[in-house]
């Protein structure tokens, strides 16, 4: 593919609800641009953008995708985004690289969750937005409700330019509302200019749509419109065009993926109305802090952005690339910014799904990839030593779903621990850490679907089985009572024996570990001793008395003992010392006590009693309310972490997606009697299988 000027460079985000067909548009439009020789279906596993083996077995877009298509004189960058909650990482890379949201809607289940939930992230990410209907040669389809729908919901921004004509309950012969004319297709995709149809007042109605949202892009237009002139076709083609850049008009395609229908208007629509790469530019910030402009010229300092990785143990690691100006290519000094390094490329790719084709360079505007960098992460900017800055990374939703994973086979932890750092550094919203409390290793993704794939992916990949399982709850233990207690060892094995002895008082003190103390007249444990009296406290209250979870709160002191001057050592005072924790604990009111966090849901207004509901069933309390963004509230609440493990589950299926919450440890508390009593038992259990 030849090298195309930034003005003639579109990056295009395929976005909306899992089964709207995005992956389908994007595959159709492939074919009508000749990148590919055949109509990829979703079903026969056969498409371009859906090639790893994961989205082949579940026949759903689970990773970004990209491939570029060449189309009257126009580069198109086509960004093809997963639809599954789970994977809402790859939308946010998606739209770091995107300069166009194309939000695919179904035309026969119209705006769902996820129709939201992507013009929520094209807004945020600053994008034009357009909407395309598909699947309107499905007999169910209604494409008028959906628009309606769609205006009422994003409001009047919200453009008609392509409509069908439905005769018969055929959606065969489209509508072009800018040149009003109307194109007719066949069973194979061919398509032939015809009549205008018969659509009675609603044609006219239409008309009259765009005629009012081109009036609301400048005054002069407006006066027109009030005045009841005519707009020339030059006039509407500029005013929808000003206003699909500024955002004040959201143009809606329509037509049928699975057979092209229509395709071919889309392209040529968006060759001239998606703004170009030329027209980006961003704000970066120098190495004092101060904000700069970037703009996207070719002859500038190099800027680029990571917005994606791929580390493959067969291929290696591959790095996505948008460049903002300049250019990148293997005589291209750049510096990581992250790092401080310089980072060396060897040579430059276009990547079409996973066909790779190198190029001579990736220039200002454009999308490329780049292998083998040795330290980049997604989110880094690459930038010329000439001018150092930073540009803004990437917002990937929070994850909070968290599992234990045990290996398959015992003595595989490193395994399972090296695979999953590499599968995080192509999927950032996947977290993983060792609990050195609990002995577990735990993942946290965005839900069960995203650990599944996961699991399926070392498998696959790096040969690792796993398995998951729910994590276990870091208790800890106190006592309520003070109390003293004697701890005497001596042990006589011919030669020098064993002798120490100590009293200690035990009493709850405000701590998070353990206050050691002393307070011994008369020499009767000589002071050398008290650092290993102190070491086999601390090595005691690690394993509490009612359970095995660590002690905390404690205050133990000192007081008295005796020694003997040649039996006594160390090892002896120590090993006392532990028998006096055994002996006194029991009788201080042990208690134990179980983690609390905080908790913030954040949930639409006619869900807040659901989730208020639910967080009292989970013995938590809330603790307030306050109004957030776009109609939604935050319940603020503290829950037992204990009964946390299906929350993110729970929060989905009651918003249907639209919820979010975040989840922290906040402190201890007595744990009730009866849930203590369970904790008790299952520990003991455990211990006992052991």
């Not at 695979?419 to 577990?440: C, G, M, Q, V, Y």
């Not at 794939?453 to 040969?463: A, D, E, Q």
Request: with cysteine; glycine share 8%; hydrophobic share 40%.
């Amino acid at each position: 593919m030849k090298q195309y000027d930034a003005k003639k460079i579109l990056n295009i985000a395929l976005a909306g609800h899992s089964g709207c067909g995005k992956t389908s548009v994007a595959e159709s439009i492939l074919y009508l641009a000749k990148v590919s020789d055949r109509l990829g279906k979703i079903a026969d596993g056969n498409t371009m953008l859906d090639f790893d083996s994961e989205e082949i077995k579940r026949q759903a877009s689970i990773m970004t995708a990209v491939a570029p298509i060449e189309w009257k004189n126009t580069k198109i960058n086509l960004i093809d985004t997963p639809g599954l909650f789970d994977f809402a990482g790859g939308v946010a890379e998606g739209m770091r690289a995107a300069d166009t949201a194309l939000i695919v809607v179904s035309g026969k289940d119209g705006i769902s969750v996820g129709t939201e939930k992507a013009v929520e992230a094209a807004t945020k990410a600053g994008l034009t937005k357009m909407f395309f209907v598909n699947g309107l040669c499905d007999e169910d389809a209604r494409f008028y409700r959906v628009f309606e729908t769609l205006k009422a919901t994003f409001g009047p921004s919200v453009c008609p330019v392509v409509v069908p004509y439905i005769q018969d309950g055929q959606a065969n012969t489209y509508v072009n509302l800018f040149d009003y004319k109307a194109y007719k297709y066949d069973a194979k995709g061919n398509v032939t200019p015809t009549a205008l149809p018969d659509m009675g007042d609603r044609l006219e109605g239409l008309r009259e749509a765009i005629k009012e949202a081109v009036a609301e892009t400048s005054e002069e237009l407006l006066d027109k419109f009030l005045e009841g002139e005519e707009f020339t076709p030059e006039e509407i083609i500029l005013g929808v065009s000003q206003g699909v850049r500024d955002g004040s008009i959201c143009p809606v395609f329509c037509g049928d993926a699975h057979n092209t229908f229509a395709i071919d208007q889309l392209l040529n629509s968006l060759t001239w109305l998606a703004p170009s790469a030329a027209q980006g530019g961003e704000i970066g910030v120098d190495l004092d802090g101060e904000p700069v402009e970037i703009s996207v010229n070719k002859d500038a300092a190099t800027a680029a952005i990571v917005f994606k990785t791929v580390a493959d143990p067969f291929i290696g690691r591959l790095s996505y690339i948008k460049v903002v100006s300049g250019k990148i290519s293997p005589d291209t000094p750049v510096i990581n910014m992250r790092t401080g390094a310089q980072e060396r490329i060897s040579k430059v790719l276009t990547m079409t799904g996973k066909k790779q084709s190198e190029t001579d360079y990736i220039g200002a505007g454009d999308i490329g990839a780049v292998p083998k960098l040795v330290s980049a992460k997604t989110g880094d900017t690459l930038c010329s030593p000439l001018r150092k800055v930073v540009l803004d990374g990437i917002d990937y939703p929070v994850s909070s779903y968290t599992m234990a994973i045990y290996p398959a086979k015992k003595g595989d932890e490193d395994k399972v621990a090296q695979a999953i750092s590499k599968l995080a550094d192509e999927d950032p919203t996947i977290r993983f850490e060792s609990n050195h409390e609990t002995h577990e290793m735990l993942v946290s993704g965005l839900g069960e679907q995203h650990l599944d794939v996961v699991i399926s992916r070392l498998k696959s990949k790096y040969n690792v089985e796993a398995r998951l399982q729910n994590p276990k709850i870091a208790y800890r233990e106190t006592i309520r009572k003070k109390v003293s207690a004697q701890g005497r060892y001596k042990k006589q094995s011919g030669g020098h024996g064993q002798f120490g002895d100590v009293w200690i008082e035990f009493e709850p003190y405000d701590t998070d570990d353990l206050e050691f103390a002393e307070r011994v007249v008369g020499g009767a444990v000589p002071k050398n001793f008290f650092p290993a009296v102190e070491k086999g406290l601390r090595d005691a209250i690690k394993k509490g008395v009612l359970a095995g979870y660590p002690t905390v709160g404690i205050k133990a002191t000192l007081y008295d003992g005796s020694y003997h001057p040649v039996d006594s050592s160390e090892m002896s005072f120590k090993t006392a010392a532990s028998l006096a924790y055994k002996n006194g604990i029991p009788n201080a009111m042990p208690t134990l006590l179980e983690p609390i966090g905080s908790l913030k849901a954040y949930v639409p207004d006619n869900n807040m009693g659901d989730v208020m509901g639910e967080v009292n069933k989970r013995r938590g309390r809330v603790l307030g309310m306050s109004p957030a963004e776009h109609g939604t509230q935050v319940v603020e609440a503290e829950v037992p972490m204990s009964e946390m493990s299906d929350f993110s589950t729970f929060i989905r299926q009651i918003t249907q997606g639209r919820g979010s919450f975040e989840f922290t440890f906040a402190r201890y508390e007595d744990c009730p009697a009866n849930v203590a009593q369970k904790v008790i038992e299952k520990a003991k259990a455990e211990m006992g299988d052991d």
